[in-house]
């Protein structure tokens, strides 16, 4: 079983809908979780940081549940721009690990 | 945020010959950094963790004597494809992280490498 597992999607849904993606970690030694953003042939670029109580980032609402070992991402609203992969991460600090999942495809239509 | 500067950016090379790949965190002391890959159409797959100073952890299936990392100080990580061929072809990619582990991990631009 993979440590960090994720729906590769595609997802493809038109603009202005909300899309919503889970991920699940295996490891409950895991500490800090984030979502990253990758496009085409770029480097990931952090989209935003995961706690406990939620937290929500205009659009972007991000949630942990460290009981059931899943984290999510909701975006609301879906631009163009939105278009990407979405990769949750996991940081194991005491493996000094940071573990990606596999990524969420997204691709928001006209 | 932080910089890591991830050089060269593309390089082709002939099969057989070596092929180094540098990594820098330009303001801030990277204590660990990670090397991923990534083929098409897949996700990262991280390859070893580094510590400065130390030996690096290389993930199960990764060739320590193929892929030479070498992190001598805070702010330089390399990473060595040795005899490299076409099936190295990927998107190398590094990482890195500073003292705690609760922060974000600040990546390079990536490294396309391909063998002929």
């Known amino acids: 079983r993979k440590e960090v597992e994720q729906d590769p999607g595609p997802f493809n849904v038109p603009e202005g809908a909300t899309v919503a993606f889970n991920c699940t970690y295996s490891?409950?030694?895991?500490?800090?979780f984030f979502w990253y953003r990758q496009d085409c042939r770029k480097e990931p670029k952090l989209l935003m940081s995961?706690?406990?109580s939620g937290n929500e980032d205009g659009r972007f609402t991000a949630q942990l549940n460290r009981a059931s070992q899943y984290i999510s991402l909701l975006i609301r609203d879906s631009k163009l721009s939105d278009s990407a992969t979405y990769l949750c991460?996991?940081?194991?600090?005491?493996?000094?690990?940071?573990?990606f999942g596999s990524g969420t495809r997204l691709s928001i239509r006209p | 945020g932080a910089v890591v500067s991830q050089h060269p950016s593309r390089v082709i090379c002939k099969s057989g010959t070596s092929v180094k790949i540098e990594c820098r965190s330009l303001?801030?002391?990277?204590?660990?950094m990670f090397w991923y890959r990534q083929f098409p159409k897949q996700s990262l797959m991280l390859m070893a963790t580094?510590?400065?100073?130390?030996?690096?952890?290389?993930e199960q299936g990764v060739e320590k004597d193929k892929f030479l990392i070498n992190h001598a100080s805070l702010t330089l990580s390399t990473l060595t494809v040795t005899s490299a061929h076409p099936e190295d072809s990927s998107f190398y990619i590094c990482?890195?992280?500073?003292?705690?582990?609760?922060?974000?991990?600040?990546f390079g631009q990536g490294t396309r490498l391909t063998v002929v």
């Open positions: 990482s890195a992280s500073g003292q705690t582990m609760n922060t974000e991990a600040f």
């Open positions: 490891n409950s030694a895991s500490q800090s």
């Open positions: 995961v706690y406990s």
């Open positions: 991460v996991a940081h194991y600090s005491s493996a000094s690990k940071i573990i």
């Open positions: 303001d801030f002391q990277a204590t660990t």
């Open positions: 580094s510590n400065e100073g130390s030996k690096a952890t290389y």
